[in-house]
């Protein structure tokens, strides 16, 4: 059901696309950022960056966060520019496969049903699709934002389960424990390390796309505590 929904999400994606792109706003940054990674001129761009932004406006960040500049390189690396369609399409891929980790995340904690209304609201929601014409990060944050949650969900999940575990082997003699029993445990603890690193990539993932997504952390930190 996730892959229908984020099938779906795609598809509405393609649909609302138009030719173009309206030059201005962040994603010309992101652009200038790329083409430095690909042609290995980032402290030249930088000079000429720190200058247009303290000459010609007042507020301006000196470099966006560089997860989806790094996205793109690939593009300007192939077609030593930016189709700016393909960038649409490939923006909308990401949307799609965040809908399906919206529906994962959501399908622990609710039914299935209820899972796929709720995300609905994102995957059908005219205004937010239409972001992929933007070209910009911030519908790549909602899938690493998307990932890290589910990544940090299941470390939490398998960490309660490890606890239970222990809790109960405590009640019983340690010769009782079988060779079965220790093998789950082993696997259990080696899913806990890949969840946790997971996890600590999707969030840095997600911060490296938009600062914003520093409260990702926040909110893991606030959970343990």
């Given at each position: 059901m996730a892959g229908i929904c984020a099938a779906i999400s795609f598809l509405f994606c393609l649909g609302v696309i138009y030719p173009?792109?309206?030059?201005?706003?962040?994603?010309?940054?992101?652009?200038?950022?790329?083409?430095?990674?690909?042609?290995?001129?980032i402290p030249e761009w930088y000079e000429k960056n720190i200058f247009i932004i303290d000459h010609s406006c007042v507020i301006g960040a000196d470099v966006y966060p560089w997860m989806w500049p790094l996205m793109i390189v690939p593009f300007y690396s192939i077609f030593h520019s930016f189709p700016v369609m393909f960038l649409k399409v490939y923006e909308a891929v990401f949307v799609a496969a965040g809908v399906a980790l919206l529906v994962f995340f959501l399908r622990r904690r609710?039914?299935?049903?209820?899972?796929?209304?709720?995300?609905?609201?994102?995957?059908?929601?005219?205004?937010?699709?239409?972001?992929?014409?933007?070209v910009e990060a911030d519908l790549i944050s909602f899938f690493w934002g998307m990932a890290a949650l589910n990544f940090i969900d299941l470390y939490?999940?398998?960490?309660?389960?490890?606890?239970?575990?222990?809790?109960?082997?405590?009640?019983?003699?340690?010769?009782?424990l079988t060779a079965d029993m220790q093998r789950k445990k082993s696997r259990s603890i080696c899913l806990l390390?890949?969840?946790?690193l997971l996890g600590g990539a999707g969030i840095c993932a997600s911060v490296m796309t938009k600062t914003l997504c520093e409260g990702l952390l926040l909110a893991l930190l606030a959970y343990d505590l």
């Open positions: 173009g792109k309206s030059w201005g706003g962040d994603f010309s940054q992101y652009f200038a950022q790329a083409r430095a990674i690909a042609t290995g001129t609710i039914s299935l049903s209820k899972a796929v209304f709720l995300s609905s609201f994102i995957s059908c929601n005219y205004v937010y699709i239409m972001d992929v014409n933007s939490l999940k398998e960490r309660k389960h490890i606890l239970q575990v222990r809790a109960a082997n405590n009640q019983e003699e340690s010769s009782a390390v890949i969840y946790g």
